[in-house]
């Protein structure tokens, strides 16, 4: 049985919006909690519960994941309800111009199973925050961290699973018509990295953060970001493309780091004639020849040229022909 501890131990971080004060939302004390203004969420969902802050700020039980944009905290709220409280740094936007902008994102997510839902959000002088779903579970980093440290790990149909999951996820993405609106860029994620990818009790997947960097701007490099780090170029399909390729290298060897893969390139030839030890997971036969062929797209998706990249369409063809595979 898969198991995870979802909470890291609390951290003091900086500058988390005008006037704020340093450290998680949970070391709020109840005094301080007191003396602020009780304000209400505002629900992206039809018939969503109404959170308030006070609420959220007093039912934060933990730290679960921090980075350069901001921090994520689990929170219990009434009824046992389990969600993921996003909070951000240094929001990039007003308070009109932010509301649209993730209600618009709310939207999006509701309608593909293969993204994490947005239910509520707050625009607050002092905090800015998103609240989404949470997932027992953890991120694909957590379980690939676990994995490593000698936790049950994923096996190579389960990995597979969940590279089907993601890219499909932005598959959705990068099909949104119209792809601008407004001030938006709607039909590209920002930010794909293996801690953006949610897992299901079920070990389904779904993608994360979906339009965040339009939302926040990031403050400084975090030296804890770790496993699960994106890598920044211009922001559009194709740098999508890139890090969906990291992912897959995280994935298939634990590799992170883009400056590794001129290495896998030279000895991809070694691997496949089973000369050169790669995937960190016992694989023979059809699942070793399905492995090689997710190093292949892998490899393709990180090519230095952006315009050398496959679109996410023909991916999705080539992990189908690789599902449906025989041998």
Not at 35 to 46: R, V
């Amino acid at each position: 049985m898969l198991t995870r501890a979802f909470t890291k131990p609390k951290r003091n971080f900086k500058d988390y919006g005008e006037h704020s004060r340093s450290g998680s939302i949970s070391e709020y004390g109840d005094g301080i909690v007191g003396l602020m203004d009780d304000l209400p969420l505002i629900s992206c969902e039809n018939h969503g519960p109404t959170l308030s802050l006070k609420e959220v700020l007093r039912t934060s039980v933990g730290v679960m994941g921090e980075n350069n944009r901001g921090l994520t905290e689990k929170v219990v709220l009434s009824k046992g309800r389990l969600c993921a409280l996003k909070r951000f740094r240094k929001v990039i936007v007003g308070k009109s111009e932010f509301g649209t902008r993730v209600e618009r994102l709310a939207q999006v997510c509701k309608k593909c199973e293969y993204l994490v839902p947005i239910t509520a959000y707050l625009y607050a002088k002092r905090i800015k925050l998103v609240v989404c779903d949470y997932y027992p579970m953890g991120s694909l980093a957590d379980l690939l961290s676990g994995g490593r440290a000698g936790q049950t790990a994923l096996n190579w149909n389960e990995r597979l699973m969940i590279i089907v999951y993601v890219a499909r996820a932005i598959g959705f993405i990068h099909a949104q018509s119209p792809p601008h609106e407004k001030n938006m860029k709607m039909n590209f994620h920002g930010n794909i990295k293996s801690s953006n990818v949610m897992i299901n009790i079920d070990l389904t997947a779904r993608l994360s953060d979906y339009g965040f960097v339009q939302l926040a701007d990031c403050v400084e490099e975090s030296d804890n970001e770790g496993a699960g780090t994106s890598y920044r170029e211009n922001l559009s399909q194709k740098s999508d493309i890139f890090n969906f390729g990291l992912v897959l290298l995280d994935l298939l060897a634990g590799v992170t780091d883009p400056g590794y893969i001129k290495c896998i390139v030279d000895t991809k030839e070694s691997v496949k004639l089973g000369n050169n030890a790669f995937f960190e997971f016992h694989v023979q036969g059809k699942e070793r020849n399905q492995a090689l062929k997710v190093l292949d797209i892998a490899l393709a998706c990180t090519n230095r040229s952006p315009e050398a990249r496959p679109s996410i369409e023909q991916i999705l063809l080539n992990l189908s022909d690789i599902l449906n595979s025989t041998n």
